[in-house]
């Protein structure tokens, strides 16, 4: 199976060029929720994708089911969080959790 090259978002493409501390303090905020603690990484990384799919970023839902996916998640969990969005953010919030599905 072919590696897949994910892009930087843009955004960490204008904090490396604009604010390196800030993008850093991100870093380190994001290696913590990639990590086992009290709750699994990968149920972590499903919240994500279930603030994601609220908020309506549909790329971020994509990007971060494959996370998920690559953590372990089944998918079974990654339904269960759309449903989640379903319930938490009303249809807005499935059509945007729906992204999870695109491979």
């Given amino acids: 199976m072919a590696e897949q090259i994910i892009e ?18 991100m870093n380190a905020l994001r290696q913590f929720a990639q990590k086992d603690g009290a709750l699994p990484a990968r149920i972590k990384t499903l919240m994500s994708m279930l603030a994601d799919a609220i908020l309506g970023h549909s790329d ?16 079974a969990e990654i339904a269960e969080t759309v449903r ?11 059509v945007t959790a729906t992204y999870a599905f695109r491979k």
């Fill in 60 to 75: 971020g839902v994509k990007a971060i089911a494959a996370r998920a996916r690559a953590q372990g998640a089944s998918e």
């Fill in 84 to 94: 989640m969005a379903f319930l938490c953010g009303g249809l807005p919030g499935l």
């Fill in 8 to 25: 930087k978002p843009f955004f960490v493409k204008i904090l490396e060029e604009n604010d390196t501390d800030l993008l850093e303090q």
